[in-house]
């Protein structure tokens, strides 16, 4: 925590101060703090939050933010007068300095770390207002050497393309690029940003609230009551149950309370598209949407608007929760089971769930969470607190979906290859000729698992990472899914040097290259992370899939959220069991979560649909709820096992990750800090409530060449657990090559 900052809260006048303390980010060195002298003309109206304008080195002027004031500096520091105050009406106040404060120190992180991601840097870089973006054309491949033709040749497949984007995909240089435009080989053009993603919807009519089913109107009644007070609600609702209308009109009672709504989706295609339905809903004037990959330009303006008081409704993925959105009356969690809602890398390794709470705890208002397949924490914390809304019928009360259970073990001799289920086949092949539409769900990136040796037995491994590499057919790679490793296939074994290679286990590539064979006159589209090479055909191919231009889709659990298809009257998991296998105390409610939402994409309108779930493990509990649909069951077994083993929601979790590139040091050192935390617990009398656990090395044993060995520690002493093992770990000194990285609620303890 950097002390400059933690007096801001100690001091929120600037008026008699000498100094104010502002940030700012400079290239190379990344978002800091410093002290400038108030000039005495300023000294009345110098505010926190303002932008104001700072000599900075000895040539230079840059803008930067008011964070806090001081009287005292630092030996031996010489500040400079701050310049002039760039807009009188602040950004954001003390409330929300205190707000990243307290996240930064939740996550045992810096302050810097939070506001880095929190603001947009090109906000504190400059006061541009204006953002300008450059396309490049291809012309003619006159007078290009070789190397450029290559170049060129790309260019000309794409058409007109963002200059910085094809810079990247097209591995070669700006430079490059504008020799060609010099020998007129290609066009560069600077256009303007367009920068309301929502001006589409500027002049249509407003469409009406429905009026709400008896369900969902007593679901609103009751969050209508907790209105103007805090509190954490769940709303329980399965798939279709209609939440969305309730939160909307939950939104239309907090507008007229003249209070603001910040609401939160797990990820930017569900965001974009819940902020369409808000603009036409609520108009675009008063609507916004903010997510990591909106535009700079974009970032500028709303913060500008949220300055203004004019934006209402906040929409976004999670690093929403950081706008500074004032006068918060509703924030609203939808979807909220979904693990992107969790910062896993880079630093701070936030959640937006838990940051959301805190800042309705700061406003004073309810946070309302929904989902069909919660968060077992959170179920577990709206049930005991009286406080579990639920919505148990669909809208127009449309049957679920019947899921059928396939036990791949008697199908194994029959089926193709082991993938696809005879009765898996059959339903495709019906569906097809009906006209309808499936989804098949296989979670794994890839073409196949691992790929071995048939004569020497080696699996081919990361040299990185203690991983397999798994075998890309596209690109006829072997990537690394964890580091950016990435070569070609190799003909031979790397060991023995034989030519029996072979590409074991199934990915979702092998799937769609089978499914193709099975269905030829199909059309097939793949939905994974590997498929989405260009910014936004994520959104392309569910829009071709929402307009039933594609047969059948396939893809990994990117597609079990958030589509809404009447059309889709059939879902197929390749192999259930996948989300279960793995060694994490989360990996059932994983799976269960998963097949769930899975089988709700199936039969959304009136067409009833129907679900295979292909498993080796058919009685397995979490498969077997899955099935039925019925999170109470789930949730009445995966509860008490939580309460057996202590883990979350009986305890938090901290995991502690010693890393370095020498196995023997990295285990050394993870054991000396387990020692220590050991000591001081015992020490305390907490080792009961204050469990250590370890060390042990990870489950990816090696990352990116660096050995690593975990701690778990499982808290169950609250805050003050929390700040015990706070004030342990800010005191401990590491040797260089050691690094320590701390998790706090990690979603996973792979
Ligand atoms: P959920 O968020 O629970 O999946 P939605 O709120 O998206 O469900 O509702 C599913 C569908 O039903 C949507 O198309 C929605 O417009 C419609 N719907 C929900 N409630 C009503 C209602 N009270 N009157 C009319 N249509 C409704
Ligand atoms: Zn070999
Ligand atoms: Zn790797």
């Known amino acids: 925590m950097d ?3 933690k007096k801001t809260s100690e001091q929120q006048e600037g008026m008699l101060s000498k100094y104010a303390l502002v940030l700012t980010s400079i290239k190379g060195i990344g ?9 005495d003309e ?9 932008p104001v304008f700072v000599p900075f080195g000895k040539t230079r002027y840059i803008n930067a933010y008011v964070v806090g004031f001081s009287n005292y500096l630092e030996e031996g520091i010489k500040a400079k007068y701050i310049s002039k105050i760039l807009d009188t009406t602040p950004v954001f106040d003390m409330n929300y300095l205190k707000f990243l404060e307290w996240t930064a120190d939740y996550y045992f992180c810096s302050i810097q770390n939070v506001l880095e991601c929190a603001v947009p840097i ?3 870089n400059e006061q541009k207002t204006e953002l300008t973006q450059k396309f490049a054309e291809f012309v003619s491949f006159e007078g290009a050497t070789k190397r450029q033709k290559e170049v060129l040749e790309k260019l000309e497949s794409k058409g007109k393309v963002n200059l910085s984007e094809f810079v990247k995909e097209a591995k070669t240089t700006v430079l490059t690029m504008k020799k060609l435009e010099e020998s007129g080989c290609i066009k560069i053009t600077e256009e303007k940003l367009y920068r309301n993603p929502l001006e589409i919807f500027k002049n249509t009519q407003l469409q009406e609230f429905p009026k709400l089913m008896p369900e969902q109107e007593s679901a609103y009644k009751e969050i209508e009551k907790r209105l103007g007070s805090h509190s954490c609600i769940l709303l329980h609702g399965i798939t279709s149950s209609g939440k969305t209308e309730v939160y909307f009109k939950a939104i239309k009672k907090v507008l007229e309370q003249g209070k603001n709504v910040l609401f939160l989706a797990p990820e930017i295609a569900l965001a974009s598209v819940l902020t369409q339905r808000l603009a036409k809903r609520f108009g675009t004037e008063k609507t916004a949407i903010w997510h990591s990959s909106i535009s700079e330009g974009e970032k500028f303006d709303v913060w500008q608007k949220i300055k203004n008081n004019e934006i209402r409704i906040l929409a976004g993925a999670r690093s929403a929760v950081f706008a500074p959105l004032k006068n918060i009356g509703l924030i609203i969690i939808d979807e909220e089971h979904e693990s992107a809602y969790k910062q896993t890398m880079p630093s701070p390794r936030y959640d937006a769930r838990t940051v959301a709470q805190k800042l309705a705890e700061l406003n004073g208002c309810p946070l309302v969470s929904g989902s069909a397949t919660p968060d077992i924490n959170t179920y577990y914390y709206a049930k005991n607190s009286g406080n579990l809304l639920e919505l148990k019928k669909r809208y127009n009360d449309y049957p679920m979906a019947k899921v059928h259970v396939i036990d791949m073990r008697e199908e194994r001799f029959k089926a193709n290859n082991g993938i696809f289920s005879q009765a898996l086949v059959k339903a495709i092949e019906n569906n097809l000729k009906d006209k309808k539409q499936t989804i098949i769900l296989m979670n794994r990136r890839g073409f196949s698992t691992y790929t071995q040796c048939l004569a020497c037995g080696e699996v081919l491994q990361c040299p990185n990472c203690a991983i397999p590499l798994i075998f890309h057919s596209q690109t006829q790679t072997l990537r690394c899914h964890y580091c950016e490793h990435e070569e070609p296939m190799p003909e031979t074994c790397p060991h023995c040097g034989s030519e029996t290679l072979k590409n074991c286990g199934t990915g979702v590539q092998k799937v769609e290259i089978i499914a193709q064979k099975l269905f030829p006159e199909a059309k097939i589209v793949r939905l994974d992370s590997d498929a989405l090479a260009r910014k936004n055909l994520h959104i392309d191919i569910l829009n071709e899939f929402s307009k039933g231009e594609t047969d059948i889709l396939i893809g990994t659990q990117m597609l079990a959220k958030g589509l809404d298809n009447p059309n889709v009257t059939l879902v197929g ?14 990996s059932s409610e ?4 998963l097949l769930t939402q899975v089988a709700g994409r199936a039969g959304r309108g009136n067409n009833p649909g129907d679900v295979y779930f292909q498993t080796y493990n058919p009685e397995f509990f979490a498969l077997e709820t899955a099935k039925e649909q019925n999170y109470d069951n789930f949730y009445k077994t995966e509860i008490q096992s939580r309460e057996e083993f202590d883990y979350p929601p009986f305890s938090k979790i901290i995991r502690i990750i010693l890393s370095s590139k020498n196995q023997f040091r990295a285990e050394r050192s993870a054991q000396e800090i387990t020692l220590r935390l050991n000591d001081i617990v015992n020490k305390m009398q ?13 489950v990816i044993e090696k990352l990116q060449e660096r050995y690593r060995f975990q701690i778990l520690i499982k808290n169950k002493l609250g805050e003050k657990g929390h700040r015990l093992i706070h004030s342990f770990l800010s005191k401990i000194k590491l040797p260089d090559d050691i690094k320590i990285t701390v998790d706090v609620d990690p979603l996973d303890i792979l």
């Open 590 to 593: 994983r799976g269960f979560q």
């Open 3 to 5: 002390e400059n900052l």
């Open 42 to 50: 300023l000294k009345e109206k110098i505010k926190i939050g303002q």
């Open 573 to 586: 998991v390749i192999n259930a069991d996948n989300s279960f296998n793995l060694p994490d105390f989360r």
């Open 31 to 39: 978002v800091k703090t410093f002290s400038y002298l108030i000039p």
């Open 686 to 698: 907490l080792a009961e409530p204050i469990a250590v656990l370890g060390p042990s090395a990870c």
């Open 122 to 124: 090109k906000f504190l």
